[in-house]
Structure formats: structure tokens, C-alpha cells
């Protein structure tokens, strides 16, 4: 039997403290975490959702993508609609002439390696009640994409709307209802019809529009539900949707780099003829949104360009689909350059949290 030399043990104990000295450093990168607080508001929440990601290296960027859970199964697939994407780095914040803008996600804290961003949660917007999935990731593959489930619910209003959207006489599954009160621009709020294609939306006393909207159909805005929805009440209506012939497509840009898409873009348009039809950019920021035949205008929704930091001029971008679909469109819109900043207080002097401008306007 062979008898191991002490030359021999000390260059095995060598090599042993050699690899442990190594070992820590291979090691020492701790798991990135992934936190949102709080994970459940109702619709009329008017605070912030705190972000939190830790075991970063300093100044890394991740990747935030929104997804809206159209088919409530928990797990991003092709029913999921993406509705907000930006990116965080460990370190940053959005400024401009040296003021933080508020609007646009940023790191809040002092921490490296750990990113700690507030979302205005509704950033002017308005929220659509149902199940959303936030997916973590690395644009350069540094960790495995984490995904954490969130929840907006309706206020317990005592009364409701309820009913389906439906179809040449058939429920369409997982279409957006949204409602509009008379007297404003824009909608109140929405849900997300269930599997079966019904839906119930709990709201405040009072006079109200609804419409329902989903990929491949239009809805006729020019006569919307006319519905005056009484204090204790359950009222009942059906949404119809129209199919599509052709679309429109082309993608959303960087005024300055039209290579830098703009991703979770909600890209409303609307029709001479009274109709309306719904579309979102993907993550490079390619839109594409099934129409009819008709003279259409993609609009402008200042309040979701806001939280990107960018502006929209006044102008909307008209296509005329009489002929045929309509591929191609570019829309550039610029980044903000300055700002309106101050605070919101009563006639006490007391703040005022959560205010946002009106519906389609946002302070940038």
C-alpha cells in the first residue's frame, strides 16, 4: 500500500485552502429578490405600490414587465396582455434640471445592489379591476425571471353592473369592460369579463356609459349603454362587439432614436363612424390593433406616457382602412425636458395624497 509523502499532503492542503479562498467569491452573490407592497388594493386606491429587488450587483438594470391576467390562470401566456414595461438601475432616478420626476420609476434608495421604487398606482390612469402578473428579469440573463402575482379589486360599492359581452349571439370570454360617467372624458374604471364571457362591476350612485373592447372585435362608442345606476342596485345589460376585417399596425418610437421602441403602450383609436378598438405595444414597441373599414385615428394617452417621461403632441395619427389594412405606422413621440412640480393641498393647508390630473393629461 502506498504511504502518502508530507510534500504530497501539503500540496493537497495547498490546493483545498486554494479553492476555499476561491469558493466565497464564487458564492458571495446573493439570490435577487423580488417584492411588491402592498400585493392587493381596490380600484380606488390613490397611494403607491413599493417595488423592492435586492442581491443586485451595483448598478444593475433589471426589466419590469405588467402583465394583465386575461384568463386568470396565474401564469403569463399568450391571453395575457402586456400593459406597462420599463427598466430600473440600481442607483437611478429619473431627473430633470436636477428634480426628481415623481412620475417615472426610479431607485429611491441609497442602498447598492438593492432597488427600491414606488409606482404611482394609477399614474393618472384608470385601473382595470382583475389579476396582473409583475415579471422580474435581467436584460443580460444575470438571474432567472421572477414573476409576482398582484391583485386590484373593486371597491364593496353596494351596487353593480353586471351582464356578458357578447357576439353575433355568442359570450366573448376575457373581453375589457370599461364605464364612463356622463360628465367626463375618460373611464372611471374596468374589469375583465370571466371565462364565460360575464362580468359585474361594483361602482359609486350614479349615471354611467360601458363599453367592452378585445383583440379582433370594435365596439360602437356612438351609442354606448346609457345606465343611471341607483344607490343599493343590480343592473343588467349585454355588451356587443363587432368582428374585424383589417387592421392597423406599425410601432410606437423615441422621437429622438426611432430605434428605442415604446413598450405596454395602451393604443386606443377611434372611428368617423362612432366606433372604438383597443390595442397595446409589445415590448419593442410594435403595435398591432384589428379595425373595420373606416377613416380611424390613433389617440393619445398622456397619462401612461407620463409614467415613460415622455410627451404626445396634440395631434392624433389618422388611417383611412376603406381600402385595406394599413401597416407601417410610426408614431415618434419626445421625451419631456422640463416640468411643473409643487404639492396639493386643501383649504386648510393640509396635503392632499393620490391626486392625479384629469383622465388623457398628466404633469410631466
Same mark, same amino acid.
Given at each position: 500500500?502506498?504511504?502518502?509523502?508530507?510534500?504530497?499532503?501539503?500540496?493537497?492542503?495547498?490546493?483545498?485552502?486554494?479553492?476555499?479562498n476561491l469558493w466565497p467569491a464564487a458564492v458571495s452573490r446573493?439570490?435577487?429578490?423580488?417584492?411588491?407592497?402592498?400585493?392587493?388594493?381596490?380600484?380606488?386606491?390613490?397611494?403607491?405600490?413599493?417595488?423592492?429587488?435586492?442581491?443586485?450587483?451595483?448598478?444593475?438594470?433589471?426589466?419590469?414587465?405588467?402583465?394583465? $391576467?386575461?384568463?386568470?390562470?396565474?401564469?403569463?401566456?399568450?391571453? $395575457?396582455? /402586456?400593459?406597462?414595461?420599463?427598466?430600473?438601475?440600481?442607483?437611478?432616478?429619473?431627473?430633470?434640471?436636477? +428634480?426628481?420626476? +415623481?412620475?417615472?420609476?426610479?431607485?429611491? $434608495?441609497?442602498?447598492?445592489?438593492?432597488?427600491?421604487?414606488?409606482?404611482?398606482?394609477?399614474?393618472?390612469?384608470?385601473?382595470?379591476?382583475?389579476?396582473?402578473?409583475?415579471?422580474?428579469?435581467?436584460?443580460?440573463?444575470?438571474?432567472?425571471?421572477?414573476?409576482?402575482?398582484?391583485? +386590484?379589486?373593486?371597491?364593496?360599492?353596494?351596487?353593480?353592473?353586471?351582464?356578458?359581452?357578447?357576439?353575433?349571439?355568442?359570450?366573448?370570454?376575457?373581453?375589457?369592460?370599461?364605464?364612463?360617467?356622463?360628465?367626463?372624458?375618460?373611464?372611471?374604471?374596468?374589469?375583465?369579463?370571466?371565462?364565460?364571457?360575464?362580468?359585474?362591476?361594483?361602482?359609486?350612485?350614479?349615471?354611467?356609459?360601458?363599453?367592452?373592447?378585445?383583440?379582433?372585435?370594435?365596439?360602437?362608442?356612438?351609442?354606448?349603454?346609457?345606465?343611471?345606476?341607483?344607490?343599493g342596485t343590480t343592473l343588467s345589460t349585454n355588451l356587443t362587439? +363587432?368582428?374585424?376585417t383589417r387592421s392597423i399596425s406599425g410601432r410606437i418610437v423615441?422621437?429622438?432614436?426611432?430605434?428605442?421602441?415604446?413598450?405596454?403602450? /395602451?393604443?386606443?383609436?377611434?372611428?368617423?363612424?362612432? /366606433?372604438?378598438?383597443?390595442?397595446?405595444?409589445?415590448?419593442?414597441?410594435?403595435?398591432?390593433?384589428?379595425?373595420?373599414?373606416?377613416?380611424?385615428?390613433?389617440?393619445?394617452?398622456?397619462?401612461?406616457?407620463?409614467?415613460?417621461?415622455?410627451?404626445?403632441?396634440?395631434?392624433?395619427?389618422?388611417?383611412?382602412?376603406?381600402?385595406?389594412?394599413?401597416?407601417?405606422?410610426?408614431?415618434?413621440?419626445?421625451?419631456?425636458?422640463?416640468?411643473?412640480?409643487?404639492?396639493?393641498?386643501?383649504?386648510?393647508?393640509?396635503?392632499?395624497?393620490?391626486?392625479?390630473?384629469?383622465?388623457?393629461?398628466?404633469?410631466?
Amino acid at each position: 500500500m502506498k504511504t502518502c509523502s508530507y510534500l504530497t499532503v501539503r500540496r493537497g492542503l495547498f490546493f483545498v485552502l486554494f479553492c476555499a479562498n476561491l469558493w466565497p467569491a464564487a458564492v458571495s452573490r446573493a439570490a435577487v429578490g423580488f417584492t411588491l407592497n402592498p400585493s392587493s388594493v381596490s380600484n380606488t386606491y390613490g397611494g403607491t405600490i413599493a417595488l423592492q429587488v435586492t442581491g443586485l450587483t451595483n448598478t444593475e438594470t433589471v426589466v419590469v414587465q405588467t402583465f394583465l $391576467d386575461a384568463n386568470t390562470n396565474g401564469v403569463i401566456d399568450g391571453a $395575457d396582455l /402586456l400593459v406597462q414595461q420599463f427598466n430600473l438601475t440600481d442607483g437611478q432616478a429619473s431627473v430633470i434640471g436636477g +428634480i426628481t420626476n +415623481i412620475n417615472v420609476p426610479g431607485d429611491t $434608495d441609497t442602498t447598492a445592489g438593492q432597488i427600491t421604487a414606488q409606482l404611482n398606482f394609477q399614474s393618472g390612469d384608470f385601473a382595470i379591476s382583475g389579476k396582473y402578473e409583475y415579471r422580474l428579469s435581467s436584460p443580460t440573463g444575470h438571474f432567472t425571471p421572477i414573476t409576482n402575482l398582484f391583485t +386590484i379589486t373593486d371597491f364593496p360599492y353596494a351596487q353593480s353592473f353586471t351582464g356578458n359581452v357578447v357576439n353575433s349571439g355568442t359570450n366573448v370570454p376575457n373581453a375589457f369592460v370599461l364605464f364612463f360617467q356622463s360628465n367626463n372624458n375618460g373611464p372611471e374604471g374596468g374589469a375583465v369579463a370571466n371565462n364565460s364571457g360575464s362580468y359585474t362591476i361594483k361602482a359609486a350612485p350614479g349615471t354611467y356609459q360601458l363599453v367592452a373592447f378585445k383583440s379582433n372585435y370594435v365596439a360602437n362608442f356612438s351609442s354606448p349603454p346609457i345606465l343611471t345606476l341607483g344607490s343599493g342596485t343590480t343592473l343588467s345589460t349585454n355588451l356587443t362587439l +363587432i368582428n374585424t376585417t383589417r387592421s392597423i399596425s406599425g410601432r410606437i418610437v423615441d422621437a429622438a432614436n426611432s430605434g428605442i421602441g415604446l413598450p405596454g403602450l /395602451l393604443v386606443p383609436v377611434t372611428s368617423t363612424d362612432g /366606433l372604438l378598438a383597443v390595442g397595446f405595444t409589445d415590448g419593442n414597441g410594435n403595435f398591432t390593433v384589428p379595425v373595420t373599414a373606416s377613416n380611424w385615428k390613433i389617440e393619445r394617452n398622456q397619462s401612461a406616457l407620463g409614467f415613460y417621461g415622455y410627451v404626445a403632441p396634440g395631434n392624433s395619427t389618422s388611417v383611412d382602412t376603406s381600402t385595406g389594412s394599413v401597416a407601417g405606422v410610426t408614431i415618434a413621440l419626445p421625451r419631456a425636458t422640463a416640468l411643473f412640480y409643487g404639492s396639493v393641498k386643501d383649504n386648510l393647508n393640509q396635503p392632499l395624497a393620490g391626486v392625479v390630473p384629469a383622465w388623457g393629461y398628466n404633469v410631466v
